[in-house]
């Protein structure tokens, strides 16, 4: 199964989503504003692999531990891609919130809403953790608030209503 990383600015903006399979780098899609942020690093990725801090512990009998961390590089084949790809966004300030590729359609519908960035991200931070048992009536209610703003932005095209026809 797919797992998807939706990656957020420190303003709680989408800028896209990464999707892995088994770990490794399967897509990406960006958003205008997640190409102008995101796009030369993620050429980058794609090439070279994303850069990840990585310990080394040597210890010789009787001797004092020692640790090196030092930067490797994690190719988009590795089933560590999506832990470096997690680890990068956080270091450089992004938010991340994880699904599962069969909750996506509730990512989907939470991006038909009329929400602010903080909203929005709050809304996919809750059905990305949701209890199983849970989800499926999470998401006919969000269904149903989308029907409504669906309407209403049909409503405010009409434009106003006059009272009485002449």
């Not at 966004?89 to 990512?107: I, K, L, N, P, Q």
């Not at 009329?114 to 953790?129: C, K, N």
């Not at 209610?141 to 006059?162: C, F, V």
Request: some cysteine; glycine content about 6%; proline content about 3%.
């Amino acid at each position: 199964m797919k797992e998807i990383r939706i990656l957020f600015s420190d303003a709680y903006e989408p800028l896209g989503e990464i999707v892995c399979e088994d770990g490794r780098f399967y897509s990406a899609t960006l958003t205008q504003t997640g190409e102008e942020r995101l796009g030369d690093d993620l050429a980058e990725w794609q090439e070279e692999g994303i850069p990840m801090l990585s310990d080394e512990f040597r210890q010789a009998d009787g001797e004092a531990r020692t640790t090196t961390t030092k930067i490797v590089r994690v190719k988009r084949t590795s089933h560590q891609f999506i832990a470096a790809c997690t680890e990068w966004s956080v270091t450089h300030g992004y938010h991340v919130v994880s699904f599962m590729e069969d909750r996506m359609t509730a990512w989907e519908k939470i991006l038909m809403l009329s929400l602010r960035p903080h909203e929005r991200f709050a809304f996919a931070l809750v059905a990305s953790r949701l209890p199983n048992e849970a989800f499926e009536s999470w998401l006919q209610k969000i269904d149903k608030a989308a029907e409504r703003a669906e309407r209403k932005m049909l409503r405010m095209a009409e434009g106003p209503q006059l009272a009485g026809a002449y």
